[in-house]
């Protein structure tokens, strides 16, 4: 995984955890909504690309 996609990812996800904090203190359920949905949405990228590096490390096992 690239650095800037890491980070990347990271911001989604702490923006999400914002927005579901915001959503949590003034009872707005679709700011809660997205912000869980931000955060959801940042863990499966993150959870993609962690499976790209295994595979890569894999392919560098067989390769070397």
Do not use: C, P, W, Y
């Not at 912000?35 to 590096?53: F, M, N, P, T």
């Amino acid at each position: 995984m690239s650095g800037t996609d890491k980070l990347t990812n990271k911001i989604e996800e702490l923006s999400g955890k914002g927005k579901q904090a915001v959503g949590d203190a003034t009872d707005n359920r679709d700011l809660q909504a997205e912000g869980r949905a931000d955060q959801g949405g940042a863990q499966v990228k993150q959870a993609g690309e962690h499976a790209k590096d295994a595979a890569k490390d894999v392919k560098d096992a067989f390769t070397s």
